[in-house]
């Protein structure tokens, strides 16, 4: 603790001023009756390849939205709230969809029925979807509708050294937010079809749950994979953790190689046979980020410019919250990766690893069980106990943020959030489970659509002015004359953009050879 406090005292105001933060914010499209929308991604919204803050994610039903770069939470969470009024004006108008506002997703059709995101016939159009397919036949796409809201932010004057360190104290403390922010503990039967897993039925309303759980989507359910499951990757440096990803991404697998490049008729069923198609592949809970230039490789871009900001991954959707995140939740993000960046945070190791990933499964399924104990360096404790150890070394952190800002706002998040851990059925993932029960007959499905309902009529009842509406609609004309023009513009096949764009020559080269050939 001495030394946080003597890391966050010697923290110019200046530097603090500089934090950064955006959001990306994914959300199924659905039908009034709780059934996914399998229609074409809105033309009002434009291009989802070109468009600056509306796009698709895994599936053409799956809305992402996405803010600039901010210098303070409550101008992010306008620009967000922005680009929610304009998406469901345009839904409005066009039928009657809405964003789903769960993570777990609307009822679904079978799984070759999900619609893939379409992004044109350019060749890094035709690509991403491919890379689609590919995720299909490796993971099923049903996995793949899962939404989440991902929070990137940056400190100016933090080095690679001084991100990874953040990254591994926050893979260590992950668990706090899963228990604090996971609202997800319920599912459609739907989402498990033909599926082993471990949830039990909630009445009779064809919903499955954990009874303390907090998360499914970040739980066995979720983004999980057999073959990434055999990646222990090391965040001590850029370096091996870029080493590692390198060998995914040039490593052949058996299971990809017998899908193959392309099926009997000629069309594509992935980008690569080797373990990651590419890097986005790679899930988990945070990752280091670079901005990168047009046809870059993200690997490359960390290994020549280093890394820029970190991308928080583990946030569920919170459905009481019309844009699915709220002030208070930032601010307390705000406050814990600061202290992820200043603790201490010694190298991890194989065996810490393999803690990280229990626990991680544990508090997803299990996190709100009473006495529930983690594994921490060999030893056990329980997840109260340390997550009360964690937010009380929060307190300094906030109120000096408050002091910079003015207020009161990062210390009552961190108050709010110590009370929500000793009472736990005030945690979202209680009150969703307290809602399917009581108001919702033990129907997800009902309690979700009820929700989606509420939150497109909050939306849609506020103020919209007409420049608003001007300049939305001139961003997705340019979007599509953006999209067209990259169209015009190719000029490779798409096989031979494809080869080149995987080959291990785009990766980068490790910083030692790269002095090498200095």
């Not at 108008?93 to 044109?120: H, K, N, V």
């Not at 998360?215 to 850029?238: F, I, P, W």
Request: net charge negative.
């Amino acid at each position: 603790m001495d030394s946080l406090l003597h890391r966050l005292y010697a923290l110019d105001n200046e530097r603090l001023r500089g934090m950064k933060r955006g959001l990306e914010k994914e959300s199924l499209r659905a039908q009034p009756d709780g059934k996914l929308a399998l229609t074409p991604h809105p033309a009002a919204l434009g291009s989802a390849l070109t468009h600056p803050h509306i796009t698709t994610d895994y599936s053409e039903s799956q809305l992402e939205l996405i803010t600039g770069v901010h210098s303070s939470v409550e101008a992010c969470l306008d620009e967000l709230t922005e680009v929610h009024q304009f998406t469901v004006r345009s839904l409005k108008a066009a039928g009657d969809e809405m964003m789903w506002a769960s993570s777990m997703p609307c009822g679904l059709p079978t799984d070759e029925t999900i619609p893939l995101g379409r992004y044109g016939s350019s060749n890094v159009g035709r690509a991403k979807s491919v890379y689609r397919m590919g995720l299909g036949h490796r993971y099923g796409r049903r996995m793949q509708t899962i939404s989440g809201i991902h929070y990137n932010w940056s400190l100016p004057g933090v080095d690679n050294d001084g991100y990874f360190a953040l990254i591994r104290n926050f893979r260590r403390h992950a668990f706090l937010l899963l228990t604090l922010f996971g609202a997800s503990p319920a599912v459609c039967s739907s989402f498990v079809e033909g599926r082993r897993h471990e949830l039990q039925s909630l009445g009779n309303g064809g919903s499955l749950y954990m009874p303390h759980g907090t998360s499914l989507r970040m739980g066995r359910l979720g983004y999980q994979s057999d073959a990434q499951s055999t990646l222990a990757v090391s965040y001590n440096g850029l370096e091996g953790y870029a080493a590692s990803l390198h060998d995914a991404l040039t490593r052949p697998w058996p299971a990809y190689e017998a899908v193959g490049i392309k099926n009997p008729g000629g069309d594509y069923n992935q980008l690569a046979t080797t373990l990651l198609q590419i890097e986005n592949e790679f899930y988990g809970t945070i990752r280091p980020k670079r901005v990168i230039f047009p046809g870059e490789r993200p690997l490359h871009a960390l290994r020549e410019r280093g890394v820029e900001y970190i991308e928080v991954r583990l946030m569920d959707l919170n459905p009481f919250e019309p844009i699915g995140i709220g002030a208070d939740t930032l601010r307390f993000l705000d406050v814990f990766l600061l202290h992820c960046l200043l603790s201490d945070s010694p190298p991890d190791t194989p065996e810490e690893i393999r803690e990280l990933a229990h626990n991680q499964h544990l508090t997803a399924a299990r996190g709100r069980e009473p006495g529930l104990s983690l594994q921490r360096n060999g030893q056990s404790v329980t997840l109260q106990q340390w997550g009360l150890e964690l937010i009380d070394q929060l307190t300094p952190l906030a109120e000096r943020l408050d002091l910079l800002h003015g207020g009161q706002a990062h210390a009552e998040a961190v108050t709010q959030s110590r009370a929500a851990l000793l009472a736990p059925d005030n945690l979202p993932s209680a009150q969703v489970l307290q809602a399917v029960r009581h108001r919702h007959g033990d129907s997800f499905v009902a309690f979700a659509r009820a929700q989606s309902a509420d939150m497109h009529a909050r939306l849609l009842a506020l103020n919209w002015t007409t420049e608003q509406h001007a300049r939305y609609e001139a961003m997705s004309v340019r979007s599509l004359n953006d999209q067209r023009a990259i169209e015009a513009a190719d000029a490779l096949p798409f096989d031979v953009y494809r080869q080149e764009y995987v080959s291990a020559q785009r990766l980068g080269q490790p910083q030692g050879e790269r002095l090498a050939q200095v």
